[in-house]
């Protein structure tokens, strides 16, 4: 599997390097809704209040915080050993969701990464000891409550869901269930590889997923698992292209994702992380409308968008197109309100 990934990596990096190369980095011209707030980092999530975010420093590396409107940074896992992190995102009480593997090897790093060694922490808001496992394993990002204590995870071709508890303040994890398998899911999707997302704001009892897969895994679509009903939703409508689910819009009418549907003459290997942030609707009719464009330089793309719990802003990643799925090379944020007044002028 790594062979094979380094060997996609090589021809994407040939392929992209055959677009021209005419545009500055976006990061010379942000637009004034869009501001810096570090230059490392990676896989943002917004605290509760919206006045921080948390954030890995790399792939296996460790996670901070930083306030948004000071600029303070914060270490969140120096206060331990451990081999390093892919995932980090808030509970509702405030503790952290980790995911990483107890052992790393620099020598074969992407295995820290699969789901057979990754696995799940809760890390207390004190930050005064290590994080707890709960004893199970993830592949890939976890979807976290912004209300309750629920957790829902993929691992193999299953999603499951449980709750956290704390017994004599130590967290378990509780009446965790397999919700579905990927053969359950309807075409095109049916047998695709799956990924957690967002619980869906408001009453939550819908998961929000993506699956991906065809030719190389190159294409993606955003799903829906009403957990009363026990019956999916496709929300992209768009068989042809790779959206890959990020952050819920709190009023639970939008979704964020990644997608390359502005550039729908690449097909195969470029296409698939030729990528900016789009806003879906939640309404099965699948309509878009691009937020970010830093792949108009082909060079960069824009990943990895959450939203503040009030609306108002996104918190996502830049970085170049040929990085490993992830990676980012900063945080920023975009300023929503302003975004929809001056998105028509652009």
Same mark, same amino acid.
């Given at each position: 599997?790594?062979?094979?990934?380094?060997?996609?990596? /090589?021809?994407?990096?040939?392929?992209?390097?055959?677009?021209?190369?005419?545009?500055?980095?976006? $990061?010379?011209?942000?637009?004034?809704?869009?501001?810096?707030?570090?230059?490392?980092?990676?896989?943002?999530?917004?605290?509760?209040?919206?006045?921080?975010?948390?954030?890995?420093? *790399?792939?296996?590396?460790?996670?901070?915080?930083?306030?948004?409107?000071?600029?303070?940074?914060?270490?969140?896992?120096?206060?331990?050993?451990?081999?390093?992190?892919?995932?980090?995102?808030?509970?509702?009480?405030?503790?952290?969701?980790?995911?990483?593997?107890?052992?790393?090897? /620099?020598?074969?790093?992407?295995?820290?990464?699969?789901?057979?060694?990754?696995?799940?922490?809760?890390?207390?808001?004190?930050?005064?000891?290590?994080?707890?496992?709960?004893?199970?394993?993830?592949?890939?990002?976890?979807?976290?409550?912004?209300?309750? $204590?629920?957790?829902?995870?993929?691992?193999?071709?299953?999603?499951?869901?449980?709750?956290?508890?704390?017994?004599?303040?130590?967290?378990?994890?509780?009446?965790?269930?397999?919700?579905? &398998?990927?053969?359950?899911?309807?075409?095109?999707?049916? =047998?695709?590889?799956?990924?957690?997302?967002?619980? @869906?704001? &408001? %009453?939550?009892?819908?998961?929000?997923?993506?699956?991906?897969? =065809?030719?190389?895994?190159? &294409?993606?679509?955003?799903?829906?698992?009403?957990?009363?009903?026990?019956?999916?939703?496709?929300?992209?409508?768009?068989?042809?292209?790779?959206?890959?689910?990020?952050?819920?819009?709190?009023? =639970?009418? /939008?979704?964020?994702?990644?997608?390359? @549907?502005?550039?729908?003459?690449?097909?195969?290997?470029?296409?698939?992380?030729?990528?900016?942030?789009?806003?879906? *609707?939640?309404?099965? /009719? =699948?309509?878009?409308?691009?937020?970010?464009?830093? %792949?108009?330089?082909?060079?960069?793309?824009?990943?990895?968008?959450?939203?503040?719990?009030?609306? @108002?802003? $996104?918190?996502?990643?830049?970085?170049?197109?040929?990085?490993?799925?992830?990676?980012?090379?900063?945080?920023?944020?975009?300023?929503? &309100?302003?975004?929809?007044? *001056?998105?028509?002028? @652009?």
């Amino acid at each position: 599997m790594k062979h094979l990934y380094l060997l996609l990596l /090589s021809l994407v990096t040939l392929s992209t390097s055959s677009f021209a190369q005419d545009g500055k980095s976006p $990061m010379e011209d942000l637009p004034d809704y869009i501001s810096q707030v570090t230059h490392f980092g990676q896989r943002a999530d917004w605290s509760h209040n919206g006045e921080r975010v948390l954030f890995i420093e *790399k792939t296996f590396g460790d996670v901070f915080e930083v306030e948004v409107k000071s600029g303070k940074i914060r270490p969140m896992t120096h206060h331990f050993f451990h081999e390093g992190f892919v995932r980090a995102l808030y509970l509702s009480n405030g503790d952290i969701l980790l995911s990483g593997a107890k052992n790393f090897d /620099s020598n074969d790093p992407w295995k820290s990464r699969d789901a057979r060694n990754t696995e799940l922490w809760v890390l207390s808001k004190d930050l005064k000891s290590p994080p707890t496992p709960l004893g199970v394993h993830c592949k890939e990002g976890p979807a976290v409550s912004r209300t309750k $204590m629920n957790i829902a995870w993929a691992l193999g071709s299953t999603i499951y869901a449980g709750e956290i508890e704390y017994e004599n303040s130590k967290p378990k994890l509780k009446n965790w269930k397999p919700l579905f &398998q990927s053969a359950d899911l309807p075409s095109p999707a049916k =047998g695709w590889d799956l990924e957690t997302q967002n619980f @869906r704001p &408001q %009453n939550e009892n819908e998961l929000i997923f993506y699956a991906f897969g =065809g030719t190389f895994g190159f &294409q993606a679509e955003v799903l829906g698992y009403d957990m009363d009903k026990k019956a999916f939703i496709n929300y992209s409508q768009s068989e042809k292209t790779y959206d890959e689910a990020e952050g819920t819009f709190p009023d =639970g009418l /939008s979704i964020l994702i990644e997608s390359n @549907r502005h550039r729908p003459k690449y097909k195969g290997m470029k296409e698939f992380l030729t990528l900016d942030l789009y806003k879906l *609707k939640l309404d099965e /009719s =699948g309509d878009v409308e691009r937020i970010t464009f830093f %792949n108009d330089n082909p060079e960069y793309k824009a990943s990895n968008g959450v939203i503040s719990d009030d609306g @108002r802003y $996104m918190a996502f990643q830049y970085a170049h197109v040929e990085d490993p799925a992830g990676k980012g090379r900063g945080i920023l944020v975009l300023d929503l &309100q302003k975004w929809e007044k *001056k998105k028509g002028k @652009r």
